[in-house]
C-alpha cells in the first residue's frame, strides 16, 4: 500500500501552470472552481500525486480515466487492479492506492466542540470525550469517519453516528514524522497494525524542470509513518502528541 504526500505551498506559480497542464481536462477544470489560491494548488498536487503512483506501480501503461460515484467516490473508468484515495487539508496533500477498496483522510487540528462531538459520536465513541476535550483536537475522530465513508461511498451525507469507528476492521490511525497532521486508513478488514504494517509513505516536492516529464520533477523520501492509538488519559504517546506534532510544524515548514 503506497502512501504519498506533498505540499502545495512548495509550489511557484511557473511550477503550478506546469502540473496543471499535465492533469486531464476534468481536474483542470476542477481545480479552477477553486477561489483560494491554497486549494486550487492542493487539487492540482493530490491528482498528480495519484498520477505519480501510477507511474511507480504500472510503469508508463497509461492511467485510465478518473470517474466519481453518486456520491463523489473517485474510482478508475476500468479495471485497473488498483484502488485509491485522495485528500487534501489545507496546503497537505495525500494519495494512497491499495489493491482493494481504500478510504483514506488527511486532517489537521479540530477544535474540540462539544456540539460537534455528540453529532458525530456513535454510543461507544462518546467515552472520548475527556481525552479529545483535554487535547483539544477531534482530527483523530473525524479523519476515522471520513475514512471509512470514503471506503464505503456512502457520502457525507450518512449520520455520522452511525460509523462507529472504535469497531470498525481494518482502520487506522498515524501520522508521519515532520508532517503536522493526522491521517486515517480503512480497508474493511484486519486489525489496525496488520494495516499499517503495509503501508509505505513517501514524502514528494515537485520543483520545475523543462527536461522532466510534463515539466515538473519529483524529488522524493521516504518519511517514518508513526501509529496513533485510542486516545485516552493513560495513554503516555497519545497525551504527548500534541506538543510533539507542534515540535515537528516548524521543522516541516523549513525543511
Known amino acids: 500500500m503506497e502512501i504519498a504526500i506533498a505540499r502545495a505551498d512548495r509550489l511557484d506559480p511557473e511550477t503550478y501552470t506546469r502540473l496543471r497542464a499535465g492533469l486531464p481536462a476534468h481536474r483542470q477544470r476542477r481545480c479552477d472552481e477553486y477561489w483560494l489560491d491554497r486549494d486550487r494548488y492542493a487539487?492540482?498536487?493530490?491528482?498528480?500525486?495519484?498520477?505519480?503512483?501510477?507511474l511507480l506501480l504500472r510503469g508508463?501503461?497509461?492511467?485510465?480515466?478518473?470517474?466519481?460515484?453518486?456520491?463523489?467516490?473517485?474510482?478508475?473508468?476500468?479495471?485497473?487492479?488498483?484502488?485509491?484515495?485522495?485528500?487534501?487539508?489545507?496546503?497537505?496533500?495525500?494519495?494512497?492506492?491499495?489493491?482493494e477498496p481504500i478510504g483514506f483522510d488527511a486532517q489537521s487540528q479540530v477544535s474540540f466542540g462539544n456540539a460537534l462531538f455528540e453529532r458525530m459520536s456513535a454510543d461507544s465513541e462518546l467515552g472520548l470525550r475527556g481525552p479529545l476535550k483535554q487535547l483539544d483536537d477531534l482530527s483523530w475522530l473525524w479523519s476515522r469517519k471520513e475514512a471509512v465513508i470514503k471506503r464505503t461511498g456512502i457520502g457525507m451525507s450518512a449520520d455520522l453516528r452511525s460509523v462507529d469507528t472504535l469497531?470498525?476492521?481494518?482502520?487506522?490511525?498515524?501520522?508521519?514524522?515532520?508532517?503536522?497532521?493526522?491521517?486515517?486508513?480503512?480497508?474493511?478488514?484486519?486489525?489496525?497494525d496488520e494495516l499499517?504494517?503495509?503501508?509505505?509513505?513517501?514524502?514528494?516536492?515537485?520543483?520545475?524542470?523543462?527536461?522532466?516529464?510534463?515539466?515538473?520533477?519529483?524529488?522524493?523520501?521516504?518519511?517514518?509513518?508513526?501509529?496513533?492509538?485510542?486516545?485516552?488519559?493513560?495513554?503516555?504517546?497519545?497525551?504527548?502528541?500534541?506538543?510533539?506534532?507542534?515540535?515537528?510544524?516548524?521543522?516541516f515548514a523549513t525543511a
Request: aromatic share 10%.
Open 167 to 192: 469497531v470498525e476492521p481494518g482502520l487506522a490511525s498515524f501520522t508521519v514524522a515532520g508532517v503536522d497532521t493526522t491521517f486515517a486508513i480503512s480497508v474493511g478488514h484486519g486489525s489496525a
Open 43 to 54: 487539487s492540482a498536487v493530490v491528482f498528480a500525486l495519484l498520477q505519480q503512483q501510477w
Open 196 to 251: 499499517l504494517q503495509r503501508c509505505r509513505v513517501r514524502i514528494l516536492e515537485p520543483e520545475c524542470d523543462a527536461s522532466a516529464a510534463r515539466g515538473v520533477r519529483w524529488h522524493e523520501q521516504w518519511a517514518e509513518l508513526v501509529p496513533l492509538d485510542i486516545p485516552t488519559y493513560e495513554t503516555e504517546g497519545w497525551s504527548c502528541t500534541k506538543s510533539w506534532r507542534s515540535s515537528i510544524r516548524a521543522r
Open 60 to 99: 508508463h501503461k497509461p492511467m485510465p480515466e478518473v470517474f466519481r460515484a453518486a456520491h463523489g467516490k473517485p474510482y478508475f473508468a476500468r479495471a485497473a487492479g488498483l484502488e485509491f484515495g485522495l485528500t487534501h487539508d489545507g496546503w497537505l496533500a495525500a494519495c494512497a492506492v491499495a489493491s
